[in-house]
RNA sequence: UGAGUGGGUCAGGUGGUCGCCGGCUUUAAUGUGCCGGAGGAAAGUCCGAGCAGGACAGGGCACGGUGGCAGUUAACGGCUGCCCCGGGUGACCGGCGGGAAAGUGCCGCAGAAAAUAUACGGCCGAUGGUUCCUUCGGGGACACAGGUAAAGGUGAAAUGGUGCGGUAAGAGCGCACCGCGAUGGUGGUAACAUCAUCGGCAUGGUAAACCCCACCGCCUGCAAGACCAAGCAGCUGUCAGCCCGGCCCGGGCAAUGACAGCGGGUAGGUUGCUUCCCUUUAUGGGAGAGCUGGCUGGCGACAGUCGGUCCAGUUAAAUGGCCACCACCUUGCGGAAGUGAGGUACAGAACUCGGCUUAUCGACCCACUCAGUUU
RNA sequence: UGGGGUAUAGUGUAACGGCAGCACGACAGACUCUGAAUCUGUUUGUCUAGGUUCGAAUCCUAGUACCCCAG
């Protein structure tokens, strides 16, 4: 039986982390959020979100934090490991997504089902353009 | 019963399960067990403190703030009670509410005039003057001397108001009432109220315009500050001093240093930091504008005293997800029982307190006012 | 987190407490065969709510939004 715990050395600590995981400009994305992805060698995935200040007040960030926090916790074993996974919410859209429903509960359903899709998807850009670079290098 | 006024409390609850953060215990360690884990506004950062640093934190000026009186407090621009003014039938509400005879400024348009009591305009011309008539008593005209401040369409505001008398015309010129001022008495700690006498009224408004008066205020802020680790490369200019970051006084530091500019390096950790100290490890003692319950004093804010208690501590930043039941609200179906769907505000600690202000679905409680009905 | 500032027409900006302007734009008309340019005219505003004042864009109080600075 796989657990599902998540603490402090699972998640993206550092600014120079997020700077990384950015500069390999592998990203997938919907309605909600993107999904950037890189690679690491700590033997297990490592989450961090982001979230800008227009996608609503405290209260509602932290609620969004915490929901794609219980995501990633639950999820783990379901995507590839040996990644860092960045979570950013989009401005816009994911704004007219929270205030047209504001319960909240049918989001982290979507967020559950979108998040392990998006994962896949970025994984496979992400090894694509690591491809490319090698070559370009060589 | 209806309408309303003021104040207070709560901020859905219970259980299960998967997690997160901190403390203690135990373990080599992951872990296990137990305990604790957002708010009334945590918010805005509008005030006041503690705490830390800036010479030893001191004086004056400048600058800024406050502004009825008395009290309360660690302190405050907060709060409490009272006074005054305005509003409401009333409970009650609102008020940056000192000084305009210390000085300066401003008062557009309109209006004769906007701060100087006088010109303009007006009225009169009793008393003088000129002149005409005359029955010689006097009567008329002129507007010359002069007397007046009532009327003058305005305006936010016009030099006390209204009424009666008075007069040549008038006028606080006289009187009555109202307003204003002075003096004195009474009540009150005081703001102030009230009564009596006198003055006939003498100088409009604006100080959230400058200003004056009284009182208060050094400056910067936990990203303050302290310690550890890592790392680099110094150079130039100015001053003989530099610091107290507006100025002066007074004070302190240094004798190769201070300041300024350019360039380089690091952008990690511990602490401050969660009631605080002391001894010692026992559930010890002391101190705490801490929280809470009782009693006493006070109209009240609050104070005193006795007992209980110690209540989040993160740092890309913990307090969450799911399930079940119940409570309340909206709504669909239904005669009803019931059942389906949706919802349960504002909002998230970041050094800590005391206020203020702003946001807020609702529920409940207390006191009071007005109107109506019944007894 | 702390400190400071701004808000005026669609945009950029003026305005001692006394009628809220200017430029660009937009719209309409003129000129032209048509368009551009030019000329003429029109349009729209003091961030919000209270207060002081006879009278607030301006003064005071409270809020809202945005911007800048320190580290």
Redesign the pocket.
């Known amino acids: 039986m796989a657990?599902?715990?998540?603490?402090?050395t699972q998640?993206?600590?550092?600014?120079?982390h997020?700077r990384r995981v950015l500069e390999d400009r592998s990203c997938a994305g919907n309605d909600l959020f993107r999904l950037y992805v890189s690679g690491n060698d700590c033997g297990h995935p490592r989450f961090?979100?982001?979230i800008g200040k227009k996608a609503g007040?405290?209260?509602r960030r932290?609620?969004l934090?915490?929901?794609a926090r219980?995501v990633f916790?639950l999820e783990q074993h379901n995507i590839a490991p040996d990644y860092d996974y960045l979570l950013i919410f989009s401005l816009k859209k994911s704004k007219n997504n929270i205030t047209s429903?504001?319960?909240?509960?049918p989001n982290?359903e979507i967020l559950k089902s979108s998040f392990v899709r998006m994962s896949q998807k970025a994984v496979e850009k992400w090894r694509r353009n690591t491809h490319l670079r090698q070559t370009e290098n060589l």
């Open positions: 657990r599902f715990i998540f603490r402090k998640r993206l600590v550092d600014n120079s997020f961090g979100v982001s007040n405290a209260v932290n609620r934090k915490r929901l219980e916790r429903n504001r319960s909240d509960g982290f």
